[in-house]
């Protein structure tokens, strides 16, 4: 009888520490679901990151065009950076030297 009351507390203690176990992984799934969803996000190292994350489409009105000063092309807005990669030893990073941007205001119109 003594062996028939252990045995039945040995068998409670199990399916308690089965039902603990079981809520630990659901919860590691929850936090593991959240990781990959953050992890899919592809990253972009800075330099490969385009100018002009956002795209708008539309008309641009302007009073006066306005050429680039390197190719002299009609825009209504430009930005340039000029840089320089410095590198020591296995380390790089970039050092601005000259960032231009056109000062002219302009209004995009809905499509």
Request: aromatic share 14%; charged share 20%; hydrophobic share 50%.
């Amino acid at each position: 009888m003594m062996f028939m009351n252990l045995f039945i507390i040995f068998l409670i203690l199990s399916l308690i520490d089965v039902m603990i176990i079981i809520f630990v992984f659901i919860k590691y799934l929850k936090v593991l679901k959240k990781y990959n969803l953050f992890k899919k996000i592809k990253l972009f190292k800075i330099n490969e990151i385009v100018l002009g994350i956002v795209r708008v489409s539309g008309t641009a009105k302007v009073i006066k065009l306005i050429k680039t000063p390197f190719s002299k092309t009609n825009c209504v807005f430009y930005r340039y950076v000029e840089a320089k990669f410095n590198v020591h030893k296995k380390y790089g990073h970039s050092e601005i030297i000259k960032d231009v941007v056109s000062k002219q205001n302009f209004m995009i119109l809905g499509s």
